[in-house]
């Protein structure tokens, strides 16, 4: 197999794992596995935002507070991804945030990105069902477990895509790349109001962003001080 590198290419043995089949090993911060699906139509069903991010980064609580945002402007449901259990579901609806009939949940039985990207079924049947309970819906946000940098939707599954990390897994997540940071259509850096408590630089943090991204947006937020992720919610709504 070849594994890349920005500048030259080096010949490495083949990664299998036994089971008739290997993947290649790339060092491009950019490559991610290859998406199966065509991105669905659009038209006459709900727009779909996946969000993802790795463990604890904030992606559940943007959820919360992207339902308490646009859930009196808009015809809203959510569905969730846990690998055993239905915990971020549980949360939001105890949490209040929407009708409780309102939030499906996914247990992927496996790491996250399998059921966001490599097969999408279960989340597509849980799409559906909502649509079916509640015509009309203009949007469905997914959120994914946690995952690591490579984890991103199916465009099959998703229209557009959020990726959230946040400042206590330490500045240097920006720099480090992965398809989640460089090609999500909106990256979140989270939990800034705790930045110094962890020694994260924010300057540093949000450059290395910016430069990983090319013009693809960035947003920092503290769900602490903003609780209604006002600059995401205004993000959302220019997609709808």
Same mark, same amino acid.
């Given at each position: 197999?070849?594994?890349?590198?920005?500048?030259?290419?080096?010949?490495?043995?083949?990664?299998?794992?036994?089971?008739?089949?290997?993947?290649?090993?790339?060092? *491009? @911060?950019?490559?991610? !596995?290859?998406?199966?699906?065509? $991105?669905? #139509?659009?038209?006459?069903?709900?727009?779909? /935002?996946?969000?993802?991010?790795?463990?604890?980064?904030?992606?559940?609580?943007?959820?919360?507070?992207?339902?308490?945002?646009?859930?009196?402007?808009?015809?809203l449901?959510?569905?969730?991804?846990?690998?055993?259990?239905?915990?971020?579901?549980?949360?939001?609806?105890?949490?209040?945030?929407? *009708? @409780?009939?309102?939030? !499906?949940?996914?247990?992927?039985? $496996?790491? #996250?990105?399998?059921?966001i990207?490599?097969? /999408?079924?279960?989340?597509?049947?849980?799409?559906?069902?909502?649509?079916?309970?509640?015509?009309?819906?203009?949007?469905?946000?997914?959120?994914?477990?946690?995952?690591?940098?490579?984890?991103?939707?199916?465009?099959?599954?998703?229209?557009?895509?959020?990726?959230?990390?946040?400042?206590?897994?330490?500045?240097?997540?920006?720099?480090?790349?992965?398809?989640?940071?460089?090609?999500?259509?909106?990256?979140?850096?989270?939990?800034?109001?705790?930045a110094?408590?962890?020694g994260?630089?924010?300057?540093?943090?949000?450059?290395?962003?910016?430069?990983?991204?090319?013009?693809?947006?960035?947003i920092?937020?503290?769900?602490?001080?903003?609780?209604?992720?006002?600059?995401?919610?205004?993000?959302?709504?220019?997609?709808?």
């Open positions: 197999m070849l594994g890349t590198t920005r500048k030259r290419c080096v010949s490495l043995p083949a990664e299998g794992h036994g089971h008739g089949h290997f993947h290649p090993v790339s060092f *491009d @911060p950019t490559a991610s !596995e290859p998406d199966h699906y065509d $991105a669905a #139509p659009t038209a006459g069903r709900a727009y779909r /935002i996946g969000i993802g991010g790795p463990v604890g980064s904030g992606k559940t609580a943007l959820t919360a507070a992207l339902c308490r945002a646009l859930g009196d402007e808009i015809n449901a959510v569905v969730t991804n846990d690998i055993y259990t239905t915990e971020d579901a549980d949360f939001l609806r105890r949490a209040g945030v929407l *009708d @409780p009939a309102r939030i !499906e949940a996914v247990q992927t039985g $496996a790491c #996250p990105h399998t059921a990207r490599d097969d /999408i079924t279960a989340n597509l049947d849980a799409v559906e069902r909502l649509e079916e309970k509640f015509p009309g819906l203009d949007l469905v946000i997914i959120e994914s477990g946690g995952d690591n940098l490579t984890a991103v939707f199916s465009r099959g599954l998703a229209d557009s895509q959020i990726f959230v990390v946040d400042v206590a897994g330490g500045d240097k997540v920006p720099r480090k790349g992965g398809p989640g940071v460089t090609t999500a259509d909106l990256l979140v850096i989270n939990k800034t109001d705790i110094h408590l962890v994260a630089d924010m300057d540093v943090m949000t450059s290395d962003a910016h430069r990983m991204r090319g013009t693809l947006p960035v920092t937020q503290s769900l602490v001080d903003t609780p209604d992720a006002p600059a995401v919610a205004g993000w959302v709504r220019s997609l709808l």
